[in-house]
């Protein structure tokens, strides 16, 4: 959230803001107390006497700044509550006065005044809809006055130049506010006005059908299906004006937010594919807030930067210290489950002190997430990284659904009992209502591992493959591919992977089985390129260091074996590409080598598939039988076992020996399976579904 110096919040009364449910009008005269910063304006059709009441006898009315009062032909400035007569002047130019309207429009029986309504520069009705005629209209507009008609009701006559957007037009021209820093809300159609300034609006969800159809084609208008005040709040945090405060139905929590900070400024995510750009376009999907959810994340940062968060993200940060995150996440999480969870027991290392911070993390994450959610709300946790939330959370508020999907691996039993804390993992595990994985031999391993008595109630098991959103890299995939660099490395073959620094991706695997193929096929020096794209991981993990050591050991050491003029087997890139860098190489790439010892779905392997299915290319997949995207092209892909030297090389001999038609056939076979994934915004939708189902699982 950027600053909100200059925001202004213009807002009708009745039916907007003292409309709603208690709760939601508390929270946004809360949100509001703590965002001084944005100055509140009134614009109603009440008289000054009339706000003055509301003022003091409604404990959830915030303060105003300026009141836009009878229906714009009244200002006041609320320092002294005076009325800003340099600026109603010039509305109020042409009104005949009040006696004359009545007297003027007596003839017409069907219009009752409002007698017990105090009233100044206006002359205010009640009209029933079917009276509403020309006839009354033309003798308002022959008297040089103007009108609105709103809630097939209230009938106003008022100066020719005033209304509630005239007025606030005057004040934006007076105090200098840019457009872009106004909201105004409104239900009816004396609002109508108000939505004519080009500035950001917010329809209330009980507003009258003919206001919402008058300003639906409007982008800067949020039409969210919430009613008064609770519509008003959705659009501030959507602005990112105000920071979240109120209970939400859905809590998403995962350790880390979505966008990351760098030197001062968010960033979003690089790729549109992975669990983070998936979270967040399922957010941004839900633009009128049915969901109703926010995104519940830690944060190293201090509060105060806390605070401000990406604008339109309901996001909601948990402050850190550094100290405790670095044995939290880089530790406890790197070095003691990581290892359990890709299947390599015997790297586990396990440090009491660590512990502590994963206990103590989980445990403030826990109380975050029951801060935010509502009673009987619903709890979306992700990853190994909360495992202890679960339990925590049950114990604090019992009326919440909690669910959590595992995006990586999820061991056999009998590695996760290798955990010097697996019992106390069990136990929390075993409080979930609903967990969910990308295959079901993953699902399988956690069914075993709490059966058996471990548990009173089993939790709910889904199965829910996450895939890609397609659309958007076969669309960037065929903008990029008459550029030059998807066109390199065709005078010989190009193998490609595109992985994180980690051991379980088993990249030194890979260059072993690339001597040994160029050892046996000596005709390829020269002529065949690896290329490897992998990035470290954030600093302070020292679980890859070993990895890292020696794969660039090996990388150097065949490099130096088979260098020839001009050409070396392996390029090494060790950084961060932007994604359009990324799908350049996928295009360029006649092999994409996936050799995973353990992993989840394993998105690069879609990214490839669609990017060359989409450019008619017919790159040939290498994956390995341990990812989970293996048990969805099973019996059609070219699966490898990275346990097993020999397959590695000969699955590589197979995919570069592979004919042009064969390999055609091969990568739209592929990228058909895979494509029967559904797009990641649907997907969250329908995880939050399962979860939502789960909250009546059986005692």
Known sequence: MGSTAGRVLVTDLDGTLLAGDEDSRRHLRH????????????ATGRGLASVRSVLTD???????????????ASIIDTTDMSHAESLEGPLRTGWPG??????ALRRFPQLVHQDAVAQQGRCSYYLAAEHLSEEITAAVERMGCSWTYSADRYFDVLPPRAGKGPALRALMHRLHWPRAHLLVAGDSLNDLSLFRLGTHGVVVGNAEPALVAQVAADPLVHHPALDGAAA???VLERLGWVRLRRPRRVVIGYHRPPWQRYEGRWRPPASPNGILPTLVSALGADPEGQLDAVWAAATTEDAATAATVPPGLPLTLLPLPAGQWAGYFHRACKETLWPALTSQPHLIRHDPADWADYEAVNSAFAQHVSAHAAHGGTVWLHDYNLWLVPGLLKRQRPDLTVGLFHHTPFPDPRTFRRLPS??????SLGQLDWAGFHTAAFAENFRTLLSGGAV????????????????????LARSRAAGTAAAGGRDGPVILSVERLDYAKAPVHKIHALAELLDRQPELRGRLRYRLVCPPPEPGIRAYDTTRTRLERAIGELNRSQRKAGWEPVE???RSLPFEEVVDHYLAADVFWVTSLADGMNLTAQEFLTAQAATGRSGVLI?????GAAAYVEGHALLTDPYSPHDMVEKLRTALAMSPARRRAHTARLAALLATTPPPAEWARAVIGAIEGASARPG
Do not use: C, E, K, N
Not at 58 to 72: E, L, M, Q, S
């Open 31 to 42: 949100a509001l107390d703590r965002h001084p910063d944005i100055t509140v304006v009134y």
């Open 58 to 72: 409604d404990p959830f009315a915030p303060w105003p700044r300026w009141i836009i009062a009878d229906v714009g």
């Open 98 to 103: 009040h006696h004359r309207v009545r007297r």
């Open 232 to 234: 008003v709040l959705h």
């Open 422 to 427: 697996a019992a106390q993992l069990r136990t």
């Open 456 to 475: 009173s109630r089993m939790p709910r098991i889904g199965v829910h493959p996450l895939g890609i959103d397609r659309r958007a890299v076969a669309a």
């Open 572 to 574: 090494y890139l060790s």
């Open 623 to 627: 994956l390995s039988r341990h990812a």
